[in-house]
C-alpha cells in the first residue's frame, strides 16, 4: 500500500528565514511524486512533478528535490505571501494518488 | 485557458435532503477525481474516472454517495438523504495522462 508521510505538521517562520518541508513515501513503482499548494478557501494548486532519484525542479523561492525515501521542498527567503498548507502526493501502482496530511507554513514579516 | 470549475460554491441543505455537486473538468483531461476535505484534515479520496472506463467507487463512503460523469466531461456528485457528517468541502480535480491534477475551488457543504 502506498504510503505519504509529511513533517512537521506545522510551521513558522520569519520573512527571510529559509527551512524545508519533508514528503517521506513508500511506494511500488513511482510513476510521479507532486508537490501542491493549498491556500484557506480554495483548492489545491498544483507546483511540481518529480519522476525520478535525484530530479530537481525550481519555481521562485521554492525548490523540489527527490530521493528514493523521500523529497524535500525547500523555501528560500520565504515571505508572507508563501504561507498556506503544502501537500505531497505519490503515483504509484494505483491509478488514484495518495496525498500527505500537508504541512502548515506560516511566515511571518 | 479555463480551469476546474464547481458548483456550487457553497450549499447549505437540511439533514436527510439530497444533494447535487457539479465538476466542469479542464477541457482533454480524460482523468477525473472527487475528494472530501474536511476542516482540518486530509484529501479523502472518493471517485475516479477515466475516460468510457467503469469509475473506481473503492472511496464512496456510503451507498448514499454517487456520482456520475456525462459524455466524458462533466461530473456530477450526488449524496442522498446527506447527514451532518457529510459537511465539507468537495473537491473535484481533473488530470491527463500525467497524473498532475488540477483542482477546482471545491463546494463547501453544510448540512443542518
Known amino acids: 500500500e502506498d504510503q505519504v508521510t509529511q513533517s512537521p505538521e506545522a510551521l513558522r517562520l520569519q520573512e527571510g528565514e529559509s527551512s524545508s518541508l519533508n514528503c517521506s513515501y513508500t511506494v511500488s513503482g513511482l510513476r510521479g511524486l507532486f508537490w501542491y499548494r493549498q491556500d484557506p478557501g480554495k483548492g489545491p494548486e498544483f507546483l511540481f512533478t518529480l519522476y525520478s532519484a535525484g530530479e530537481e525542479k525550481e519555481k521562485e523561492r521554492l525548490k523540489a528535490t527527490l530521493t528514493k525515501k523521500e523529497s524535500f521542498l525547500h523555501i528560500t527567503a520565504p515571505k508572507p505571501e508563501d504561507s498556506a498548507t503544502y501537500l505531497c502526493?505519490?503515483?504509484?501502482?494505483?491509478?488514484?494518488?495518495?496525498f500527505g496530511r500537508g504541512t502548515s507554513l506560516i511566515v511571518h514579516p | 485557458g479555463a480551469g476546474v470549475s464547481q458548483s456550487p460554491s457553497n450549499k447549505v441543505t437540511e439533514k436527510g435532503k439530497d444533494v447535487e455537486l457539479r465538476c466542469d473538468p479542464i477541457?482533454?483531461?480524460?482523468?477525473l477525481y472527487w475528494y472530501r476535505q474536511s476542516l482540518g484534515q486530509g484529501l479523502e479520496f472518493l471517485i475516479y474516472?477515466?475516460?468510457?472506463?467503469?469509475?473506481?467507487k473503492s472511496g464512496l463512503p456510503s451507498d448514499r454517495f454517487s456520482a456520475e460523469r456525462t459524455g466524458g466531461s462533466v461530473s456530477t456528485l450526488t449524496i442522498q438523504r446527506t447527514q451532518q457528517e457529510d459537511s465539507a468541502v468537495y473537491l473535484c480535480?481533473?488530470?491527463?495522462?500525467?497524473?498532475?491534477?488540477?483542482f477546482g475551488p471545491g463546494t463547501r457543504l453544510t448540512v443542518t
Open positions: 480535480a481533473s488530470s491527463s495522462t500525467s497524473y498532475e491534477q488540477y
Open positions: 502526493a505519490i503515483a504509484g501502482g494505483s491509478y488514484i494518488p495518495t
Open positions: 477541457s482533454g483531461h480524460t482523468a
Open positions: 474516472f477515466q475516460g468510457n472506463s467503469a469509475p473506481d
